[in-house]
């Protein structure tokens, strides 16, 4: 059956994904929710066609309307996926008699229109960031990404940011964008739920049943995790009973600058903890364990960790850069990331009140509720039309 008059969209649209190099981490995520939240009769969403690697296929949830494809090359190399992006993504989508292609990733070279692209990765676009790692391949990736990604956004229908800092400081660098801009925020999975933890004084921990503190984020020259282990060390020189768990993957050398400084004030492993990466089921745990979350990072498009750590109900002392009080706003203390004193006594201002920490988790649980995946593809789904709409009327 053929599809409906292409230039009408006043029916269900067709939609198509590039999934190409969304592989793990928080673009799985992401596209995962995305999809298992759409009501396809709801949103008026005639067939969604999803492009990606067996992997990342594997892992969507299966839907009558939801058309799952893999191109051969989606499974090789880098240099494959770039090559079939370029060359091959456009006659898919037009194949696929698509009305509107969605690119997650944020870098797209086609020729199919219209196309919505995602600013999902702040850090090409934050110096700041880049510069922490010095004169390197890795600070050159990223500024090739900057050219890639600003290209990208400058010749696409319709750009979604995730937070309004995020835009911001993107078109900072592109200048205005001739597409139409969106801010649609990440939901919330309902696995991180609320724990009402009684908030006590520290005369009631010890050494043996320690004040635990959480950071779970990637081990990364602009995380500072060094900075926050000089902020935990010298509390416990004051005597405050503390351990500090540390999750996430690492980048090799940031990962030996923070066991420089482990060795030096932690040799022994007594208070201080590397889990390493955790299957994303099992942060939902390592949250209800935790007394205090931390999250010292001076990049982020949106802070999900952030997010997650508000709806389980820990109070939460945060980087006070990048899009962080846009996401937690009252219902945190802030700090800079780069200073330990300035950690440490944000840290300490919790130690020493419990009434404060119960008044700031329940003032981010109640600002993480506002968040839904649900309502994310509701938004998602009507931009995508509202840009199918505009591509139509020029």
Known sequence: MSHPNPTSVDRPIRIGIDGANIRLGGGVTHLLELLSAIDAQQMQVDKIYLWASKQTLAQMPERDWLIKVNPPSLDGSIWRRIWWQAWSLSDAAKKAQCDVLLVPGGSYVGSFHPVVTMSQNLFPFEWSAIAKNGWSLRALKFLALRLVQSSSFRHSDG???????????????????????????????????????????????SEQQPFELLYVSMIDVYKNQPQVVLAVHALRQK????????????????????????????????????LGPIAYEQLSIQYQKANLGIFASTCETFGMIVLEKMAAGLPLACSNQSSMSEILGR???????????????????????????????LASHDLAAQHSWKACANKTTHFLRQVCQNYHTK
């Open 239 to 274: 005597g405050y009973p503390l351990s500090l768990t540390l999750v996430g993957p690492s980048e090799p050398k940031a990962l030996g600058q923070l066991q420089a400084v482990v060795d030096q004030v932690d040799p022994q492993g007594t208070w201080l903890h590397y």
């Open 159 to 205: 750009v979604i940011f995730l937070t309004q800092y995020a835009k911001d400081a993107v078109l900072k660098i592109t200048g205005p964008l001739q597409g139409a801009c969106e801010v649609i925020s990440h939901g919330l999975n309902p696995r991180f739920r609320y724990q009402d933890k009684t908030q006590l004084p520290m005369s009631a921990y």
């Open 331 to 361: 219902g945190g203390l802030y700090f800079d990331p780069n200073d330990v004193s300035s950690i440490a006594s944000t840290i300490e201002q919790y130690l020493l009140s419990p009434q404060l920490r119960e008044e700031k988790q």
